[in-house]
Each structure stands twice: as C-alpha cells, then as structure tokens.
T-cell receptor, first 113, second 108 residues
Framework: NAGVTQTPKFRILKIGQSMTLQCAQD?????MYWYRQDPGMGLKLIYY???????DKGEVPNGYNVSRSTTEDFPLRLELAAPSQTSVYFC????????????FGPGTRLTVT | GENVEQHPSTLSVQEGDSAVIKCTYS??????FPWYKQELGKGPQLIID?????GEKKDQRIAVTLNKTAKHFSLHITETQPEDSAVYFC????????FGAGTRLTVK
C-alpha cells in the first residue's frame, strides 16, 4: 500500500492565482482530512469528509474548497491565493472519525508571494 | 471548542536520559488522546494513544499518562536515542481532533 499520497511536494503561487492540492489514499478509508501547519501553531483542520459526496468545514475553512467524488481522492482547492495561505498542507485519512488513528501524507509546502 | 496547550516548545536531552512532554485540554468530553511524531520533511505518525477510560499506557520506551480530573496528559520517553529527535504533537478529540503546537525534541 502507498498509504496517503500528496502532490505536488512544493509549489510557489502568485497572489490571486488558484491551484488544487491533490490527495489520494489506497486504504479504503471513509474519513479524510485536510490540515494546515504553520510554524509553532500545530495542525489546524481545514475541511474533512466522512465519505464520498459528504464534506464539512473544519476550524479554518475560509479561502478553501473541497470535493469528494470517490473514496480514494480528496482534492483541496485554493481560489485567489493570499500570503496568509503560505503553509504546509497535510492530508490524512482514517477508518472512522473521532477516536481513531489518522494516517498522514508527506505534505505540500505552499508559498504565496 | 477544544483547546490543547503543549509544553515545552523545545526540549534538549542527553542520550539515555528521559524526556517528558505535557499537554492540557479544555473540553472534559474529550475521550481520545493520541501522540504523533513528525520527522523532518514527513507527515505526523502516531506513536501511542490513550482513551479516557485508561490512566496509563506503555509501549516499550514510550508511555502516556492521563489525569482526567486535572485535564492533562503526558508523554514519557525513557532511554532516549538520537532517532527520537523529532517534533512531537499531542491531540485531544471527542470528534474533531485538536492538536497542540508541538515540542521539538533534540537528543544529543
């Protein structure tokens, strides 16, 4: 199993540009998550999904959108990128929500200038 | 919502010594407390977890203790080795997972 994969690893965006961060998992997990990690701030939940076709906002959803058309894929869309979105983005998945282990991808480092 | 505080933010120990990282949480309904290790350039990986019906859990050199009354839990690493150097995150959950800010552990 590849686990959770993310592309790209690095990306530089200009202010106002848009992009999609890709995330895929091959563990047949129902739950998937997007986090951002800022220096010294831990991980903040952006969006999550409990299954194909179902998504919900997390703690910091503004400026982002998600979709979940299949169990495997959970892309994160940034529209009109802003410097405040400079961060490292992690995708994760789990068999169930709440009290269960989350498996993380390797992350995408995004810089908006 | 849940608020998780983690201390210290950095910790340096000599190889073979013990390391202790502490976290407090605010929501008394939280019932799951995992610890994740993040190595440079990688995503976090679960190293140990504990549920609210258990006071202590051990896995080789790693142990976690939970005090529900005081709403705090701690990670203990004994006989530290250079490969233990990483950033460690605590988290608390009763649904949404909330993470602490992380502790950078350096084993010299």
């Amino acid at each position: 199993n590849a686990g959770v994969t993310q592309t790209p690893k690095f990306r530089i965006l200009k202010i106002g540009q848009s992009m999609t961060l890709q995330c895929a998992q091959d563990m047949n997990h129902n739950y998937m998550y997007w986090y951002r990690q800022d220096p010294g701030m831990g991980l903040k939940l952006i969006y999550y999904s409990v299954g194909a076709g179902i998504t919900d906002k997390g703690e910091v959803p503004n400026g982002y959108n998600v979709s979940r058309s299949t169990t495997e894929d959970f892309p994160l869309r940034l529209e009109l990128a802003a410097p405040s979105q400079t961060s490292v983005y992690f995708c994760a998945s789990s068999t169930q929500g709440g009290g269960h282990e989350q498996y993380f991808g390797p992350g995408t480092r995004l810089t908006v200038t | 919502g849940e608020n998780v505080e983690q201390h210290p933010s950095t910790l340096s120990v000599q190889e073979g010594d013990s390391a202790v990282i502490k976290c407090t949480y605010s929501d008394s309904a939280s019932n799951y407390f995992p610890w994740y290790k993040q190595e440079l350039g990688k995503g976090p990986q679960l190293i140990i977890d504990i549920r609210s019906n258990v006071g202590e859990k051990k896995d080789q050199r790693i142990a976690v203790t939970l005090n529900k009354t005081a709403k705090h839990f701690s990670l203990h690493i004994t006989e530290t080795q250079p490969e233990d150097s990483a950033v460690y995150f605590c988290a608390a959950s009763r649904g949404d997972m909330r993470f602490g800010a992380g502790t950078r552990l350096t084993v010299k």
